[in-house]
Each structure stands twice: as structure tokens, then as C-alpha cells.
């Protein structure tokens, strides 16, 4: 790579020194360096807007939601249902009540497993995930082929990292029930075609699940656009508190599902003989839910809308192609998965340092990176290596982390080669 | 010193290098399998014990980190000629030392060169690294077929 100057390394899409001052976290040290925080894709750091808003909240106006009619009650109900707007327009639906608060992606793809099978999965039915899904989009799948007597088949995956799209077409049948794939790769970056899966799978009358957890704060969305049937996502990789997330759902879908967790706040009556349920979203929101972190949710979607998702997509395509080509300059690094559309995550791997020894090294640097099977071990296998060193980044990263982190790395391999 | 020279020492990035008693051993008497799931360092220790209960071969093969690595490969020179009785005694003040409740430079002990693994009690998320093959040894001695660090 050519020697590129300070002024190449300053993006016109976004001023990042002045965002970054919006990110506390972003000012410290580790191991007294600069903290380069790389690893979005496990979970995102929050900005002031998020920890002063839940702040406020906490201190000020908290109280329980939905039961009461006194004023802290009927205030939080009002915060906690403007959340679900928010993240209704982010995802692109008109219909809040398609918007369901979860934990996060994984008890929502549990929540979808679980009850979309019991009402129409049966035996010698197939589900369809791909080769690089989540652990959260793999098991879940196991568990309901297992309890329901049905098979599951997976997509296969070309060495760049791409699903293969013939064979998925072959997988279709007039018995594939339910498809599901991730939008973008957490172990590879791949952004998947989910517009033409989705179309495949309608083709022959089948559902369509997007797990959404690596693509909801990076990529502009559209669940209608996409026409899936399922979308799923999760709060703290998108500069939320940890602990909520969701799910849209296709309303005629939730209102035949049967619920999943049950108890208080998702009924209408309850007898000791008969209970009939409430309708969606709160048939599939028992108990008391996780308020604070709602409220919070909803500041950090304002924080990220502010912004801009186009903005902050076309600068982190940026930050992706820059990090590419500089870690392409250290002797010996292999990135894994090289799909043509990739989100700014990217996965390598070295001969000689081991992706825990990488980590632990880049920690000694104050880089932060994820080394491991990222929770896809098939994804693993399937590129023949037991682990990868990870770098994602978010909107707050700046191309001179990336220099560091390329730097560190030649430092690292010369160690361990000597 | 860098923080990081504490762990990564010369004869640490030595033996990753160039592990000894590297090789699936076809004559032994007791061999286990150790998995650590969290890191994905995955090993098969053998061990050849004689009647008289002494350690005539040690040797190990696998995968993993370069803590892991220089851990089994130090452990196999280490343990040749000893009794299975020593090298349990060994494995417990090793582990001992490497969570850091037991200091080798301040209390008597057998852990000889394997004293280099000290540091790793400053980076808790390795422990497991450096103490799998020495579970995964006593799980063959044990005769467990298999030995997790979770």
C-alpha cells in the first residue's frame, strides 16, 4: 500500500473526532495505551446520550409499566411504548405491534423456534439454516428438529465466505417450513442476500427468519422491503444497554403463534379452568420487562438516527476497505471470508500466533479484539481453521486505529517467528 | 520489560515453536483427551508408565495457543523419570501457582523451570491455557478418557 498521508485518513462522510467525544469509554487507557476498541461485534460501547437518558430515568421517573394508573406508571408505559415506535421505523414497519421486546436475538430466535414450531412444524417437516450461522441460529433449530420430528439442512458456503445460492434453491422443498439465516456473518462479515432467500422460500410457501443481530446498527433496514417474516436484533450491538432487544414479527404470524414465556402482563383473563392470552406484542412479553434498558434502547436508536444510517454505513464500508488492505500488509495474515458484500467485520488468521496469543498481545496494546470460534463453530470447520482473531468496527473507529492494529500484528508475528 | 514479556517469554515462544515430544505415541499405557472449549485448544497427552510406577515417556499432539502449546511441551520433558505420585504433586502446585495461590519463589517446591509459568496468573482469561495438559495428564493417569477445562 502506498504511504497515505493524515488528510487521506479523514473521512468526509463523518466527523469522527467529534462523534468519539459522545463515547466516555473511548478516552481511556488499557495497559496505559489508548484504548482502539475493535471488537462492535460482540457488544457496542454506549454514548452519553444512552448512560445520561437511563440515568434520568432511574433517578427521576421509574416506575413499573402497563399495570398502573398513577403518574410514574402511566410516564414509563409511555416511554416504553415511544421505544417501540422507534425501533418499528427503524426496522420499517408501519405496526408497532409487530415490534416484540426480548432479551436480545437469542431468546428471540428461541421465542420463534419454539413457538412457530409448535403450531406448524411437524414431523418430517425441514428447516433450513446456512453454514455460518450463530450458535443462537443453530441450536435452537437442533433442539425443535429433535423435539418435532423434523430435519435440518443447511446452506453450504463457498471459500469466500458466500452462501451458495444454487444449492440453496435444491435445499427448498414443498416440506422446508421455516428458513433461517443471518443478514450479516458475525464470524465473517458476509452480508447475505436475505431479499432473494426470502423470495425463494415465499416461491414455495415457506417463513423466513433474519437473524439481525450484526446488521441492525450498521446496515439502513427495511423489514417490508425485505418482506421476511421474522427480523431479530439485539440493544447493546447497537449502542444500547445490554439485556433488551427483539423481534418483528409478521402480525398474522404472531397472532397464531402460540405464546412462548408465560405469566403475568401477556393474558386477558385468567381463570383457574381457562386463560386466554393477550394480544401481540405483549402475548410474547410475560413478566415485568426490562424498563430501564427500553428507555435506554430508545436514546441510543434517537443517538444512531441523529447521525444517520447512511452515513454511518458508507463510512464503515470506508473503515472495512481501509483495515482490509492494511492487515493485508503483514506477512503471513489470512483474512477469512471474503465475500463481495461484507459488512466492517473482519476475521483473519496466522500460521504462527495463535488467534488467543494475538489477543492477548493487541490487549498488551490496548486493541481490543475478539479471538475465538465467535459462537459459529460449524463456521470454523467448514474454513478449516479452530479459531479467528476478529476486528469489527463501529462508526467511532478511525483509520489510524486500523494502522495500529497492522502494526501491532507485524510486531506479534515477529515475536513468535523470530 | 513489556507487560506482555511476563508471558511471552523466550523459552515460552521457543518451545511453541518447536514443541518436544510432539507425536501420537503408539506403545502408551495410559493417554486422555483435553478440550478447552472456550479457546478451542484441544490436545491428546500420552503416557508410558512402567510397573514400577515411574514415567518412562511422556509425549502429546494437538492444537492450540502458544501458552498451551509451551505448557505441554514443557510438561512432558518435565515429568520423564518421575513417579506418578510426583507428578501429581507437580500438577498440584502448579496449578496452584499459575492461579496464584502459591508463590514458587517464596515457599520450598518441585516445579523446577516450570516456575516461567508464574506470570500467568496476571492474565486470568490464559490460566486455563497453561493448566490443560497437566489436567488432561492426570486425566490419563486417572484412566478418564477425556478432560474439559469447563
Known amino acids: ?418 | 520489560m513489556a507487560y506482555s514479556d511476563e508471558l511471552y517469554q523466550q523459552v515460552i515462544i521457543e518451545h511453541n515453536k518447536k514443541p518436544r515430544n510432539f507425536f501420537d505415541m503408539e506403545d502408551s499405557t495410559h493417554n486422555c483427551h483435553g478440550y478447552n472449549p472456550l479457546c478451542g485448544d484441544d490436545y491428546e497427552i500420552y503416557l508410558k508408565i512402567g510397573d514400577d510406577g515411574i514415567i518412562q515417556a511422556v509425549s502429546f499432539n494437538g492444537s492450540g495457543c502458544a501458552i498451551s502449546k509451551a505448557s505441554a511441551s514443557l510438561m512432558t520433558t518435565f515429568l520423564i523419570g518421575k513417579s506418578v505420585e510426583e507428578s501429581r504433586t507437580v500438577f498440584e502446585q502448579f496449578h496452584k501457582m499459575v492461579l496464584g495461590e502459591f508463590d514458587p519463589d517464596k515457599s520450598e517446591n518441585v516445579l523446577g523451570k516450570l516456575k516461567l509459568f508464574k506470570g500467568v496468573q496476571n492474565f486470568p482469561s490464559r490460566i486455563k491455557c497453561a493448566s490443560l495438559c497437566w489436567h488432561t495428564m492426570v486425566g490419563a493417569v486417572d484412566k478418564n478418557e477425556t478432560v474439559s477445562t469447563e
Open chain 1, 1 to 418: 500500500m502506498a504511504d497515505t498521508n493524515v488528510t487521506d485518513k479523514v473521512s468526509p462522510i463523518l466527523d469522527v473526532d467529534k462523534i468519539r467525544q459522545d463515547f466516555p469509554v473511548l478516552s481511556k487507557t488499557i495497559h496505559g495505551k489508548p484504548l482502539i476498541y475493535l471488537d462492535n461485534g460482540a457488544t457496542t460501547q454506549k454514548p452519553w446520550a444512552v448512560i445520561n437518558r437511563v440515568k434520568e430515568f432511574d433517578s427521576d421517573e421509574y416506575g413499573t409499566v402497563r399495570r398502573g394508573a398513577y403518574k410514574l406508571c402511566e410516564d414509563s408505559t409511555k416511554y416504553y411504548e415511544e421505544t417501540r415506535q422507534k425501533v418499528a421505523d427503524l426496522l420499517g414497519t408501519p405496526n408497532k405491534n409487530e415490534i416484540v421486546f426480548t432479551s436480545g436475538t437469542t431468546q428471540s430466535i428461541n421465542l420463534v423456534a419454539h413457538s412457530f414450531s409448535r403450531r406448524f412444524i411437524n414431523e418430517g417437516d425441514e428447516i433450513i439454516i446456512s453454514n455460518i450461522e450463530h450458535h443462537a441460529n443453530t441450536v435452537p433449530w437442533q433442539i425443535v428438529c429433535q423435539e418435532r420430528g423434523a430435519k435440518l439442512k443447511v446452506i453450504p458456503v463457498s471459500d469466500s465466505g458466500e452462501l451458495i445460492m444454487e444449492e440453496y434453491e435444491k435445499l427448498l422443498s414443498d416440506k422446508t417450513r421455516i428458513v433461517a439465516v443471518n443478514h450479516v456473518s458475525n464470524a465473517l462479515g458476509t452480508v447475505n442476500p436475505v431479499r432473494e432467500i426470502t423470495e425463494k422460500a415465499h416461491a414455495i410457501g415457506a417463513k423466513v427468519l433474519i437473524d439481525g443481530a450484526q446488521s441492525t446498527p450498521h446496515l439502513k433496514l427495511n423489514v417490508k422491503e425485505l418482506d421476511c417474516d421474522f427480523y431479530t436484533f439485539s440493544g447493546h450491538k447497537m449502542y444500547g444497554p445490554s439485556g433488551i432487544g427483539g423481534l418483528y414479527g409478521r402480525m398474522e404470524l404472531l397472532e397464531e403463534m402460540p405464546p412462548y414465556v408465560t405469566g403475568g402482563d401477556m393474558i386477558m383473563q385468567v381463570t383457574l379452568e381457562k386463560t386466554t392470552y393477550a394480544k401481540p406484542p405483549a402475548k410474547f412479553e410475560a413478566g415485568t420487562p426490562p424498563i430501564s434498558q427500553v428507555v435506554g434502547l430508545g436514546a441510543a436508536i434517537d443517538y444512531i438516527t441523529n447521525i444517520g444510517l447512511d452515513k454511518i454505513f458508507d463510512y464503515e464500508l470506508e473503515l472495512l476497505e481501509y483495515g482490509t488492505e492494511v492487515l493485508k500488509q503483514v506477512p503471513g495474515l489470512r483474512i477469512i471470508g471474503n465475500a463481495k458484500d461484507k459488512a466492517s467485520i473482519i476475521s483473519f488468521y496466522h500460521d504462527s500466533v495463535h488467534p488467543h496469543d494475538i489477543v492477548t498481545l493487541m490487549d498488551q496494546e490496548g486493541i481490543e479484539l475478539r479471538g475465538g470460534h465467535h459462537c459459529a463453530q460449524p463456521t470454523m470447520i467448514r474454513f478449516g481453521v479452530p479459531a479467528t482473531a476478529r476486528a469489527s468496527m463501529s462508526f467511532y473507529n478511525k483509520k489510524e486505529e486500523l494502522d495500529a492494529l497492522a502494526e501491532a500484528m507485524k510486531k506479534a508475528v515477529k515475536m513468535f517467528e523470530g
